[in-house]
């Protein structure tokens, strides 16, 4: 199974700042098949990036995903209040899919 | 619009089953995949295994093996997840998924919670 570790678990940021989010893979995957979604509490995740560095439809620019092996990133070039949320990432390369634990994005 | 919608919140013994559906609109329901995930409460996302929704083959976890069956009905475009054996630990939201072609997932149902208690 592949394990997906994210880092930082919780960030605290402003409006207005950029943020970088990392997940780690326990051994290297196509940059083709790892995702990211956004949640926030009470709703369904809502995907955000797909092939590592994909927008799906409707994600605004400041979302962009780069990466490939085991070291992936989203960032968030300038924080608007309604992107404090938890990320997660997704590996589809190989079942069982696994998502990381997940990133906490905090007001500060 | 795409839309996944769930059955409503269930409540159950240890030991008890429950099926939980699915029923997909705006888009031809055969020709992609289903998969389900579920979230425990405070915790991360898991994968629980998915559905061809044209052949009705399946994948599932094995974590789940043995107690886990998926099912479709082309007539309603729904589909079941049938989980088994309930554990306290089960307890958690489950949610279905459509994946559009590599397995991400672009449109997910709005998630079913199902409570495991005594």
């Known amino acids: 199974e592949i394990v997906l570790t994210q880092s930082p678990g919780t960030l605290s940021l402003s409006p207005g700042e950029r943020a970088t989010l990392s997940c780690r893979a326990s051994q290297s995957i196509s940059s083709t098949y790892l995702a990211w979604y956004q949640q926030k509490p009470g709703q369904a995740p809502r995907l955000l990036i797909y092939g590592a560095s994909r927008r799906a439809t409707g994600i605004p620019d400041r979302f962009s995903g780069s990466g490939s092996g085991t070291d992936f990133t989203l960032t968030i070039s300038r924080l608007e209040p309604e992107d404090f949320a938890t990320y997660y990432c997704?590996?589809?390369?190989?079942?069982?899919?696994?998502f990381g634990q997940g990133t906490k994005l905090e007001i500060k | 619009q795409v839309q996944l919608v769930q059955s409503g919140t269930e409540v159950k013994k240890p030991g008890a089953s429950v099926k939980v559906s699915c029923k997909a609109s705006g888009y031809t329901f055969t020709n992609y995949g289903l998969h389900w995930v579920r979230q425990a409460p405070g915790q991360g996302l898991q994968w629980m295994g998915w559905?061809?929704?044209?052949?009705?083959?399946?994948e599932y976890s094995q974590r789940f093996q043995g107690r886990i069956t998926f099912t479709r009905e082309t007539s309603t475009s729904t589909v079941y997840m049938e989980l088994r054996s309930l554990r306290f630990e089960d307890t958690a939201v489950y949610y279905c998924?459509?994946?559009?072609?590599?397995?991400?997932?672009?449109?997910w149902g709005q998630g079913t919670l199902v409570t495991v208690s005594s």
């Open positions: 998924a459509r994946a559009p072609g590599l397995d991400w997932y672009d449109n």
């Open positions: 997704q590996q589809y390369t190989r079942t069982p899919y696994t």
């Open positions: 559905i061809n929704a044209g052949d009705g083959d399946t």
